[in-house]
């Protein structure tokens, strides 16, 4: 059984910054990749960035340079540094992150979900 919670999100002017954290618990042996995921209303789910246990972080063209996606492994946490925002940025933002339990299993968890909300 693992948990996710996510904090941080909220409302912002556009141009002002947001901090997003995701951080799981329970039975884990290790995370391989950690990624944020947006859906804004009537849209799909979407690949906002993610960041593997090994090699070179990715993000969607639309949020480059603008987002920061970093982890914290000791603490089985997943950040999102969200700056510059824009309205366009406005949706339900959610942790996905690929575990591995100690029977070695690995499975996808999903986050609750925290609203991000960009006034122009």
């Known amino acids: 059984q693992v948990q996710l919670v996510e904090s941080g999100g909220g409302l912002v002017q556009a141009g002002g910054s947001l901090r997003l954290s995701c951080a799981a618990s329970?039975?884990?042996?290790?995370?391989?990749?950690m990624a944020w995921y947006r859906q804004a209303p009537g849209k799909q789910r979407e690949l906002v960035a993610g960041?593997?246990?090994?090699?070179?972080?990715n993000y969607a063209d639309s949020v480059k340079g603008r987002f920061t996606i970093s982890r914290e492994n000791a603490k089985n946490m997943v950040y999102l540094q969200m700056n510059n925002l824009k309205p366009e940025d406005t949706a339900v933002y959610y942790c996905?992150?690929?575990?591995?339990?100690?029977?070695?299993?690995?499975?996808?968890?999903w986050g609750q979900g925290t609203q991000v909300t960009v006034s122009s």
């Open positions: 960041i593997p246990s090994i090699g070179t972080t």
């Open positions: 329970g039975n884990i042996f290790s995370i391989n990749v």
């Open positions: 996905n992150l690929d575990i591995k339990d100690w029977s070695g299993r690995i499975s996808p968890a």
